[in-house]
T-cell receptor, first 113, second 110 residues
Framework: EPEVTQTPSHQVTQMGQEVILRCVPI?????FYWYRQILGQKVEFLVSFYNNEISEKSEIFDDQFSVERPDGSNFTLKIRSTKLEDSAMYFCASSDNRDYGYTFGSGTRLTVV | RKEVEQDPGPFNVPEGATVAFNCTYS??????FFWYRQDCRKEPKLLMS???SGNEDGRFTAQLNRASQYISLLIRDSKLSDSATYLC???????????FGAGTRLFVKA
């Protein structure tokens, strides 16, 4: 079964550092998403990406965040200057049809120290 | 009012029981509706999409009532492996923004 691949599985970074979280969506999918889940809390939408541009973003997705699809396969989330409160599990997801649901990757656990 | 609200849990049921989860959403213009399950410290996995006509997949039945802005999931003949958190998920108009409920935890016991 096709899957969404995320790397690394766990990243520890110092406060103020930049991090890039990487995702390889399912190859024929057109819609890409990033979510985060702080430990013990609900899954929160960050951003959706379609046709090489951001389709929608949440209030969480401020100027510190950016997304990119640098080639035909990767989809990245960059956090420019990490804060302690950015510590969370970050999930990438992709879909070939928004009405039929999304496939999630296994996540990157980001720890900011 | 929360955008997506689910029954607070947890639900503790014996194997073989029938269990129902409820969910309400605040935006009447919401476009698509889903149930996902999430195991501890794992990614959400799509269980089923939810349609106004209702849909069934084996032991699972989902229902959508747009007039009441209400979504339900019924699990029949619960198995130990059904133990997980069940997430109600709604997309906004246009379908690009996804809103998750806080989830309802289910424990199925032998």
């Amino acid at each position: 079964e096709p899957e969404v691949t995320q790397t690394p599985s766990h990243q520890v970074t110092q406060m103020g550092q930049e991090v890039i979280l990487r995702c390889v969506p399912i190859s024929n999918h057109l819609y890409f998403y990033w979510y985060r889940q702080i430990l013990g809390q609900k899954v929160e939408f960050l951003v959706s990406f379609y046709n090489n541009e951001i389709s929608e973003k949440s209030e969480i997705f401020d100027d510190q965040f950016s997304v990119e699809r640098p080639d035909g396969s990767n989809f990245t989330l960059k956090i420019r200057s990490t804060k302690l409160e950015d510590s969370a599990m970050y999930f990438c997801a992709s879909s070939d049809n928004r009405d039929y649901g999304y496939t999630f990757g296994s996540g990157t656990r980001l720890t900011v120290v | 009012r929360k955008e997506v609200e689910q029954d607070p849990g947890p639900f503790n049921v014996p194997e073989g029981a029938t269990v129902a989860f409820n969910c309400t959403y605040s935006n009447s213009a919401s476009q698509s509706f889903f149930w996902y399950r999430q195991d501890c410290r794992k990614e959400p996995k799509l269980l089923m999409s939810v349609y106004s006509s209702g849909n069934e997949d084996g032991r699972f039945t989902a229902q959508l009532n747009r007039a009441s802005q209400y979504i339900s999931l019924l699990i029949r003949d619960s198995k130990l492996s059904d133990s997980a958190t069940y997430l109600c998920v709604v997309t906004n108009t246009g379908g690009f923004k996804t809103i998750f409920g806080a989830g309802t935890r289910l424990f199925v016991k032998a």
